[in-house]
Every structure is written in C-alpha cells, then in structure tokens.
C-alpha cells in the first residue's frame, strides 16, 4: 500500500478531489454518451486523449458504475475462443498494464495467474481448443493438469473424491484481476476536460 494511500486512508479520504463533475447542463454538446459505465466513460476519455474532442456529456440516469461495470468479478484477461475475440481482449489486457501509470491513479490490476478448472472430459477438450487458439494468435495459455495446478494453488482440492474432481485447467498466466474496475472509469473520465454528469450522486 503506498504512503499516500494509506494518509488518505487514515484522514477519511478528505484531500481526494472528487473523480466527477456535475456542472450544469448546457443545450447542445460535440458529442453526448449515454451510460456511465465502463464504455461509456472510456469513450469520452479516448475522444479527449486521441481526438482533442473535450466538449462531451456522459448522461447516467443512476450512479457511476451501476450497471454491469460496477458488479462485475473484475477478471482481465484475453484467453477467449475466437481469433477476433482474443485479439481484442489482449489489447484490452496491454491498456490496463500501463492504466495506472497513465493515470496515476492505482487500479490495482494483479496479473496473478487465471485458471478455467475443467472437470470433464467436454471441458477438458474445450481447453484445449482455446489453448490452441489463443497460442496461434500469441497469447500465454496453455493447458495443465492437476500436479501443476496444486503447485500453483496448494489449498485447492485436486484429488479424486469430489463428485467432479479437477481433471485439468486452462492456465493464462497474464490474466489478473483489478480491484477498482467501478471507478477506473471514473477517473478515466475525469481526467479529461469534458462535462459530465450524473443525475444520481454516486453511492
Ligand atoms: C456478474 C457479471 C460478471 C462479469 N464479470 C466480468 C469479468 O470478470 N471480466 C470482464 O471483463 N467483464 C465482466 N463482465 C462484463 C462487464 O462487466 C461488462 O461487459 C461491462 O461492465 C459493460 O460496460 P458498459 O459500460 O457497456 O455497461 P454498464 O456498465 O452496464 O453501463 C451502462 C450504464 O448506462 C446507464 N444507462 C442505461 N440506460 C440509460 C439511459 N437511458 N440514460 C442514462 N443512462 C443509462 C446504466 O445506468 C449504466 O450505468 C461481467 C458482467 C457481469 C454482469
């Protein structure tokens, strides 16, 4: 935990500069966003950084983050099924590598390690399969077996008493998990000079 985190932490948060704004409504915009969601906010934060487009409305009728963005199991990670998917996915991946840098502002991504478990022989082939794939398209996946995957989670029950018992998994290792994906958004929004506002204070 850094220093200044932890200052913020102990003074009840009161230096944090709020991450939203709500001016007042103006009559028309170059561009309004309708959601404040993760697309939403990073649309309006990419129209600023890569087109010098600043005069932006993100319209959310609830709060920062209310819908899927703000209730999601926050796993980042890019070992998908299709060719188009991963791609996508894996420069997804690359941006959150260097998101807290770039906002100075810790999104705590941890690239731990993700593991799909595979308790049938279907799924255990399904693995493969994307295992396949994601390697053709240059992605860190491969499949392992239950040895490996006691090593890499010693408290995980790999033997064969339960009911379905881990036969394999797919192992990605870049794949992680970032702790703030409700409010990166946020901030990504507010780092740009667009208006924004949201009809409910966030909770
Ligand atoms: C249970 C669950 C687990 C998930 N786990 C993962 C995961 O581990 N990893 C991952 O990458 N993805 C995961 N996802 C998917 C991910 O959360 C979504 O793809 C992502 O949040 C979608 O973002 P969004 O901005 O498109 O939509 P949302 O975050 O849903 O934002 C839409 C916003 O629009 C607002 N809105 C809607 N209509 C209007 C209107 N008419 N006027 C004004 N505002 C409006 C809503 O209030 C909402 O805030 C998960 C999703 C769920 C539900």
Redesign the pocket.
Known sequence: MSIKLLKQGLNGHGTLKPMWRQPPLKDSYDVVI????????ACAYYLAKHHNITDVAV????Y??????????????SNYLTPEGILFYDESVKLYEDMSEELDFNVMFSQRGHLTLAHTDASLRTMRWRAEVNQIQGVNSRVIYPDEIKKLVPFMDVSDHPRYPVQGALYHPPGGSSGTTRWSGATLTARTSGAFTCTKKPK
Do not use: F, V
Request: aromatic share 0%.
């Open positions: 309708i959601g404040g969601g993760a697309h939403g906010l319209l959310e009728k609830a920062l983050g209310s819908g899927g963005s703000g209730r999601n199991t926050a796993i980042i990670r």
